[in-house]
């Protein structure tokens, strides 16, 4: 698996390397506090960040030293039959 996605990068130009993701999800990305996974993967930190995105912001503060400035609130669509609508309520 992980050579596939290698070669897929590499055919693409981008560039990669394997980094360990131990403990990649324990502090918030945002703030560097202690976080707890709750509910449907939000982390426990008042930003209201899920599990898994602050893993990976986490990885890409780590592996790259790159941090993101602001987090954007996820777009939410509905896909019905021949279109998609944006979810009412849910974007900005
Ligand atoms: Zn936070």
Known sequence: MINAILLK?????????????YCTSKY???HGVEV??????????????????????????KAANKTVPAIKKSLSFIVDHNRVTPKEGCNP
């Open 9 to 21: 990068a590499q055919e693409y130009g981008i560039r990669t390397f394997e980094f360990v993701e």
């Open 28 to 30: 918030c990305a945002c």
């Open 36 to 61: 707890e996974r709750r509910m449907k993967g939000a982390v426990s930190c008042p930003g209201g960040l899920h599990g898994d995105l602050n893993g990976a912001l986490n990885i890409l503060r």
